[in-house]
T-cell receptor, first 112, second 113 residues
Framework: AQKVTQAQTEISVVEKEDVTLDCVYE???????LFWYKQPPSGELVFLIR??????QNEISGRYSWNFQKSTSSFNFTITASQVVDSAVYFC?????????FGKGTRLHILP | EPEVTQTPSHQVTQMGQEVILRCVPI?????FYWYRQILGQKVEFLVS????????KSEIFDDQFSVERPDGSNFTLKIRSTKLEDSAMYFC???????????FGDGTRLSIL
């Protein structure tokens, strides 16, 4: 089965705290892509990252970092020094077989 | 940077009416998609389209739905007789080649009254 699980439905942290959003996926494919998207209250999907299954290097982009571990089928996302503007729903997703499978999302509240 | 454009941004329709959601994919892209997101839920795949035909469709994509690429630029999703449960955000996406990422439009929020 192809599946993406985001066990954290909702998280609230105080501004400037670090926060990690968990993502676990299931696939039988050997080649696949993983994504993170941000969905602000306005509703659009904002692309954050795409990671190839062969590339297990962690990635950092400013305050954002991603930890991909194939051994545990996880692709976790950390926001360092969170800001109020980071408040949104975050979706982890798996791209396989010509469609994207999304997790249910984690709603992140950053409290001032 | 080229982007996928969706119109309208918000559509309000009476139950039972037909609605057409429009998308202009990125020029030269070959693969086209529609996804749906019911309020507060996850984004779900509806249909993929390549070479002027449907490649794959989900269980959600029943006979009341259809897609069309009427000219070289537009990609439309038609819902024949809308139901209350069709109220959702509909996202269009396109990609160039099969190993390239999908690019999403900003979505059309469909409200069925």
């Amino acid at each position: 089965a192809q599946k993406v699980t985001q066990a954290q439905t909702e998280i609230s942290v105080v501004e400037k705290e670090d926060v990690t959003l968990d993502c676990v996926y299931e696939t039988r494919d050997t080649t696949y892509y993983l994504f993170w998207y941000k969905q602000p209250p306005s509703g659009e999907l904002v692309f954050l990252i795409r990671r190839n299954s062969f590339d297990e290097q962690n990635e950092i982009s400013g305050r954002y970092s991603w930890n991909f571990q194939k051994s545990t089928s996880s692709f976790n996302f950390t926001i360092t020094a969170s800001q109020v503007v980071d408040s949104a729903v975050y979706f982890c997703a798996l791209d396989r077989d010509d469609k994207i499978i999304f997790g249910k999302g984690t709603r992140l509240h950053i409290l001032p | 940077e080229p982007e996928v454009t969706q119109t309208p941004s918000h559509q309000v329709t009476q139950m039972g009416q037909e609605v057409i959601l429009r998308c202009v994919p990125i020029s030269n892209h070959l693969y086209f998609y529609w996804y749906r997101q019911i309020l507060g839920q996850k984004v779900e795949f509806l249909v993929s389209f390549y070479n002027n035909e449907i490649s794959e469709k989900s269980e959600i994509f029943d006979d009341q739905f259809s897609v069309e690429r009427p000219d070289g630029s537009n990609f439309t999703l038609k819902i024949r007789s809308t139901k209350l449960e069709d109220s959702a955000m509909y996202f269009c996406a396109s990609r160039g080649y099969s190993n390239q990422p999908q690019h999403f439009g900003d979505g059309t929020r469909l409200s069925i009254l």
